[in-house]
């Protein structure tokens, strides 16, 4: 790649507004104030609250949305049976503690329910989606008047395909001139998921570098009271180790199942308490920083997952431009995974979320993962006026207003001229250090 394409992607990536302080505390304070938070990217967000909307600048009015959507709550999904399989083994050969029979017990009756069930969405999910789009038609009714067409996409995975069925029959119930185009396929990756192995974007190259994840390892195991955690459930852990299964596999797994129970429609608390509030802290610390090394701007890591969000970011102004400017459409609504909108998140700055990550620590203070819960949203809102060809835009996450590294206009408002001058040479530097990659493989 040349020298300036380096120049340029570094000075987009850095923060223009003035610094933030790390705020380690307040994310601590978040998860032990709603322990649901320890979920991470199995965190259910209140979806039913009404956020608060700020008013925009006088005389304008919304007339366009663009949203990209992570799907609704879902089941585990080889977690149920991996953990099914160890409770059985350790039972049979008498290494299970009193606490660990207790435990498997109340386990292998759930896991009746939900075996086969491994990522499948739950009514939960469903909801979900049901209630943003109809929060959607109420909060911005001039972008539904008169004859309203909408362009819906997803990803072939069954439980976004029918995440985006929710979201498109609540809207087509509430109005009555609702018309949509939909599709869901592989053929989409380029923009939908461009990080598919499967997609032409994507790029082969190593998830972490070595040294970092040394780092990662060592730091779960001096952060998660791991033998503590491990004795309460079985007497012998040499045994399971020398089966294949360490104990941070173990932990990772029933964290994901106990925490994950959140988005299920049934036996929600059947297994609380099993991870104390610290545990539950310090597990979220580290399965955080597992999606930081590898999806966002951590120094040193040696990743490149983040870059590839430029392709989805490239599609989302080109798509907006074409349809401000033909009238073709008043919605674009796209479908996909946590793994798509995380990255986004880094490569636009949203919140802060694009600071350069420096330490383990600083993974949580500056990238928590309950800010893509089940159900996540980015909705880029368009207001135009009569009085000025400006057009403004605010950006909202999980449906609340979000900031960017740009001057705004009025509170969360901001030009879209702005946005497409700082994020378009972001963008094509992001490209171009992909394709030097990509052609280095070769």
Sequence with gaps: MKKSAVLILAATL???????????????????????????????????ADPPATKPPKGYKPFYVSHLSRHGARYQFTQYDSLDAWFRWAGKEGVLTPYGKAFAQKYFPFYEKVRLRGGSLTS?????????????????????????????????SPRVILSMMCFLDTLKTLDRTFDASFDASLALCPFLQPNHKSSPTYVRHPRVNAQTEKMNHRFFYSTVPVKGICDRFFTDTVKLSDRGVSMRRFLIY??????????????RDLFKGTFTPEEEYALFCCENLDDAIFLANYKGSGA??????????????????????????????RFCHDSQILPLLNIMNVNG???????????????????????????FIFFRSRKTPEVLFKLLLNEREATLPLDAVDGPYYRWSDFKARFVPCIEASIKKLDSIREASR
Aim: charged share 20%; aromatic share 8%; net charge negative.
């Design 14 to 48: 850095s923060v223009t507004m003035p610094a933030q302080p790390l705020n380690a505390q307040g994310v601590r304070d978040e998860v032990m104030a709603d322990i649901n938070k320890a979920g991470g990217l199995h965190y259910v967000y209140d979806y039913k």
């Design 304 to 333: 490149v997952y983040y870059l590839m969000s430029a392709y989805t970011l490239k599609h989302i102004i080109e798509t907006a431009d074409s349809d401000m400017a033909s009238g073709e459409h008043q919605l674009r609504l």
């Design 353 to 379: 979320m694009g600071r350069e990550i420096t330490s383990p620590e600083e993974a949580s203070e500056i990238y928590p993962r309950f800010n893509v819960p089940m159900g996540a949203s980015l909705q």
């Design 124 to 156: 939960i999910g469903m909801d979900q989606h049901k209630t943003i789009a109809a929060r959607m038609f109420r909060n911005y009714p001039e972008v539904f008047k008169g004859q309203t067409a909408a362009w819906a996409v997803a990803t072939e």
């Design 254 to 267: 029933l964290h994901d199942v106990t925490d994950g129970m959140q988005c299920l429609d049934h036996d």
